[in-house]
């Protein structure tokens, strides 16, 4: 029974590239959940998806950076024209359906941007 | 502005007494709480949640005490063990948020045996 799976693991980019990190929720788990984590600080929320549609981008930034939850396949964080202050630890998570259920964390993708 | 807060970077405590971990949080619409632990290199585990309408859950050795006038909340761990040594992760929810969690910066704690 796989948890949620994160790829890569780490992921160095100079400045300007493009990030794609990816995640496959666990089995049964419809909603998906992107957060950032800068060094020194906690989690923030990104963006909650589910398939085929954002419910709630209120902590994605304005530019450079959107997702995706396609029908089929893992879901995407894209980060376009990375910049230093894109280094951080991405984690995905994902729940079942109801409200009230707990998020489960992958272990995250280290973006490195040189 | 920090709507979660946990003011205590770090606790050192000895196996087999007592961890306290505390939470202040300042939003008044948040009704649901977790506890999260994390390792280093992985993801957050989920430990213990407590909704608002209650001020205790207890879970083994974990128990969760909400105090709603004082916007307070803490995690209790006893006995400790070394491999509760980790930093733990306050996080709060409001209704309506669904996935929204509002995390703190963490506490890290090292259980000394």
């Known amino acids: 029974n796989a948890g949620v799976m994160q790829n890569p693991r780490h992921l160095v980019r100079r400045r300007g590239q493009e990030a794609r990190l990816r995640c496959s929720p666990m089995?049964?788990?419809?909603?998906v959940y992107w957060y950032r984590q800068l060094p020194e600080e906690g989690l923030k929320f990104m963006v909650y998806?589910?398939?085929?549609?954002?419910?709630?981008e209120s902590g994605m930034p304005k530019e450079r950076f959107s997702a995706e939850f396609p029908k089929e396949g893992p879901s995407i964080l894209r980060i376009q024209q990375v910049v230093r202050g894109d280094s951080a630890a991405y984690f995905c998570?994902?729940?079942?359906?109801?409200?009230?259920?707990?998020?489960?964390f992958g272990n995250g993708t280290r973006l490195t941007v040189t | 502005d920090q709507q979660v807060k946990q003011n205590s970077p770090s606790l050192s405590v000895q196996e087999g007494r007592i961890s306290i971990l505390n939470c202040d949080y300042t939003?008044?619409?948040?009704?649901?709480f977790l506890w999260y632990k994390k390792y280093p290199a992985e993801g957050p585990t989920f430990l213990i949640s407590?909704?608002?309408?209650?001020d205790k859950n207890e879970d083994g050795r974990f128990t969760v005490f909400l105090n709603k006038s004082a916007k307070h909340l803490s995690l209790h761990i006893v006995p400790s063990q070394p491999g509760d040594s980790a930093v733990y992760f306050c996080?709060?929810?409001?209704?309506?948020?669904?996935?929204?969690?509002?995390f703190g910066k963490g506490t890290k704690l090292s259980v000394k045996p």
């Open positions: 998570a994902s729940s079942p359906l109801d409200r009230g259920s707990t998020l489960h």
């Open positions: 089995k049964g788990h419809s909603h």
């Open positions: 998806l589910q398939k085929e549609n954002i419910i709630d």
């Open positions: 939003n008044s619409m948040f009704d649901y």
């Open positions: 407590i909704s608002s309408i209650k």
């Open positions: 996080a709060a929810s409001a209704r309506g948020s669904q996935g929204n969690l509002i």
